[in-house]
Structure formats: structure tokens, C-alpha cells
């Protein structure tokens, strides 16, 4: 292993390396997978399709969920396409009437459909949409999303949701980040706060605190691209590991200490970021300069 994989190791959490555990868990199975389009959503889906399980593929991009839908068909698998926007409610409850009026019940759903905004406060000001969009999917969308369907799981007496979240959730709010960290936030603890009354009828849940992934979300800002991250099917083979082992909660090891520091060290950290964000630029897509790229330039291959 060269000196980026092995950062890589250490910086992220490992995934599931068990083929034979992955295809028994998914065998049968239908997975409802939000954002299947792009990034690790469609790696995950993909991965899921070729072990086994029926994968209900969600997102607005129809056509990639198609193409998607066919690839894993062409493989064997079972998928089908669903475009749906999560930002709105009519689209929401009727994803949930469709998918209940095709399949009947949901095993598992992974929370994975994402917005990610990294834009100064100055930029925000007549941009109040940058909020209501990154809600509507980060947060609002996945809860219409499981009200609909969690009374079908709690009924029957299993399911699993696998919550895609973020690192970001769990330290010291950055600037620029304010309206992603609050969003998946937002998520997360409503999640934990319902955990133990869907536990309690057989629902387990699964939070994945991730680190940098090379995806389109990612690309637009520039440190990201020297970051040490996983590739989407690397992180997809976090996912999994999740779907086979059920843990509570998967999070890379130096998150501990850094929640640990950032709530000790509150005002020398607030202070090193102001002093960070004065040296700082926003990105062009940011900015509204450039669109942000289709894909990651490392999202592919390399380390
Ligand atoms: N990339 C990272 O470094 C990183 C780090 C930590 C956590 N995460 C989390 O990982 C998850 C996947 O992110 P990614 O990096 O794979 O991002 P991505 O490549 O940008 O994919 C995001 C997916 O979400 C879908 N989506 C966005 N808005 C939607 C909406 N309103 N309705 C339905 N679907 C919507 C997109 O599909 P359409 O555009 O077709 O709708 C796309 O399939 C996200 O939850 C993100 O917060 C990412």
C-alpha cells in the first residue's frame, strides 16, 4: 500500500470487504436508495442491484436512473427508477403511494440524497432558496419520506434505515458551511431522537458520519480535491457494511477527539476559523462563476 492509501486508511472508516455477507443481507431485499443518480448514491445502488437486492433508485434526474436501472438489469438485477424531487411534498407522499402500490413494503431505505452549499454569509443575503433547498433534501424531504413509510416497516416488525450524514455534523460549525451543517444536522438529531421509539418495534438504524467523498458535491471546492477522500465505491463499500452489520453508528476514529476539542476549545477554534475565513476565498460556483462540474476529477480511479 502506498503512502495516499494508507492516509486514506486512517483518515476514513473501513468498508465491507465480504461479498458472500454482503449478497445473504441483500438477497430478496428491497432498498430504496435516495439520490441513485450521481456519486455514491449510484455506486451504492449499483453494488446493492449486483448482490441481490431489488433497488428502488430515487432522484430528479430521470434519465440517469434509467441508465442506471438498465445497467443493473443487463447485469441480472432488479431495479427500478422513481424521479422524485425531496424538496417537494406533493412528489415526496407520492413516491411513498407508488412504491407501496408496486412492491408493497420497503426493508431498508438509505438516506443518501444531499445539497451541499459552501458560501459566505455576504453571498446569502438574496439567496434565501440556498436554505429551503438544502432543508427540503438534507432534512424535510427524508422526513416526509420515512412518515410515510415507517407506519408499513413498524407494522411488519423490521426495516432498516441507513442515514448518510456527514463528519461536519459532529465538530465545530465552519464558516461558509452554515446551511449544510444545520440541514444534515437538523436530520440527524431528529433521527436520533426517534431511534429508540422505532427500535423499539424492530426498526434498526444506521448513521454513517462521512468523510470527504470525490462526487460532484465535492468538487466545486478547491481543498477538496487534495483532500484525502474515498472514491464512491469505496464509500459505497461503507454503506454496505452498514446494510450487513446494522451497526448504530459508523464514524471515523478521529471524530471522537475533534467533538471532544470542539466543545472545549469553542472560542480559540471560533477564532482560528474567522481568522481562516479572512485568508479564504469562495469558490467560483459559489460565487455563481462557474457551474459546479458534472462529476469529481478524481471521482474515478487514482487515490
Ligand atoms: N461528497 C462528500 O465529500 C460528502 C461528505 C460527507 C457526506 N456526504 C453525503 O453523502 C451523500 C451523497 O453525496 P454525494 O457526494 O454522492 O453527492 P452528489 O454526487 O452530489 O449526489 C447527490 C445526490 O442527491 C440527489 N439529490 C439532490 N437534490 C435532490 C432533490 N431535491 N431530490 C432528490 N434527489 C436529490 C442528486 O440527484 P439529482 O440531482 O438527480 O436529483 C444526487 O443523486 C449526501 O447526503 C452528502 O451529504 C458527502
Do not use: C
Request: proline content about 6%.
Amino acid at each position: 500500500m502506498n503512502a495516499a492509501g494508507l492516509i486514506k486508511r486512517l483518515v476514513h472508516p473501513s468498508g465491507l470487504d465480504d461479498d458472500g455477507a454482503l449478497r445473504a443481507a441483500a438477497h430478496a431485499k428491497i432498498v430504496l436508495v435516495t439520490g441513485a443518480s450521481y456519486g455514491l448514491g449510484e455506486a451504492t445502488a449499483r453494488k446493492l442491484g449486483a448482490a441481490g437486492a431489488t433497488v428502488l433508485l430515487v432522484a430528479r434526474t430521470t434519465d440517469r436512473l434509467e441508465a442506471l436501472a438498465s445497467e443493473i438489469a443487463s447485469h441480472g438485477g432488479k431495479a427500478q427508477a422513481y424521479a422524485a424531487n425531496l424538496g417537494d411534498e406533493t412528489a415526496v407522499d407520492e413516491l411513498v403511494r407508488r412504491i407501496l402500490a408496486d412492491h408493497g413494503r420497503v426493508d431498508t431505505v438509505i438516506n443518501n440524497a444531499g445539497k451541499s452549499i459552501r458560501r459566505s454569509l455576504h453571498l446569502q443575503y438574496d439567496r434565501f432558496h440556498d436554505f429551503t433547498r438544502s432543508l427540503g433534501v438534507n432534512y424535510l424531504g427524508p422526513v416526509r419520506l420515512l412518515l410515510g413509510l415507517l407506519p408499513h416497516m413498524r407494522a411488519r416488525g423490521n426495516g432498516h434505515i441507513i442515514n448518510v450524514s456527514t463528519v461536519g455534523v459532529r465538530i465545530v460549525p465552519g464558516p461558509r458551511w452554515g446551511v449544510y451543517q444545520s440541514s444534515k444536522g437538523a436530520f440527524d438529531i431528529w433521527l436520533r431522537s426517534v431511534t429508540p421509539e422505532i427500535q423499539a418495534d424492530g426498526i434498526a438504524v444506521s448513521t454513517i458520519y462521512m468523510g470527504l467523498i470525490y462526487t460532484r458535491m465535492s468538487a466545486p471546492t478547491p481543498i477538496m480535491r487534495v483532500l484525502p477522500g474515498l472514491h464512491p465505491d469505496e464509500a459505497a463499500d461503507v454503506v454496505a457494511r452498514a446494510l450487513v452489520r446494522r451497526p448504530r453508528e459508523i464514524t471515523p476514529w478521529w471524530v471522537w477527539p475533534a467533538e471532544f476539542g470542539s466543545l472545549i476549545a469553542r472560542g480559540p477554534l471560533s477564532q482560528g476559523l474567522a481568522f481562516l475565513h479572512r485568508r479564504s476565498h469562495d469558490s467560483e460556483s459559489a460565487l455563481g462563476i462557474q457551474a459546479p462540474p458534472a462529476d469529481h476529477p478524481r471521482a474515478r480511479g487514482g487515490t
